[in-house]
């Protein structure tokens, strides 16, 4: 039997991956993480990249990441005040999970398309 990592399974490794699903888990996390990424720093350029995202969820998520350290979000207060999203030193080794993470993707899909 093949495996897909390591041989054996312990508490430690589960939760470690569950800790990293609930951090980027969800619909919106990486594409906002990967909108930031790709030079979107400002609210309004971040939800206009991410096609069907609103408002109230973009708000929300971005409050998240911020909470786990992923993105610094700072205000400038000129007129009229801004505010910009940055990756964290801490969140940029997730650039590469993503592009691999959008390879695979691509790769599932035309397996499904295959069958």
């Excluded at 995202?53 to 708000?59: A, C, E, G, K, V």
């Excluded at 650039?95 to 599932?108: A, D, S, Y």
Aim: glycine content about 6%.
């Amino acid at each position: 039997m093949e495996t897909c990592a390591k041989t054996e399974i312990n508490e430690k490794d589960i939760k470690a991956l569950q800790d990293t699903i609930y951090v980027i888990g969800g619909k919106w996390k990486l594409p906002i993480i990967y909108a930031i990424c790709n030079g979107n720093k400002r609210f309004k350029a971040i939800k206009n990249s991410i096609p069907g995202i609103t408002t109230r969820m973009l708000s929300r998520n971005l409050k998240e990441l911020e909470d786990n350290k992923l993105i610094t979000r700072k205000v400038y207060t000129d007129y009229p005040v801004t505010v910009e999203y940055t990756f964290t030193e801490y969140a940029k080794e997730y650039g590469t999970l993503i592009n691999q993470m959008i390879e695979w993707g691509k790769k599932h899909r035309k397996v499904l398309v295959e069958r």
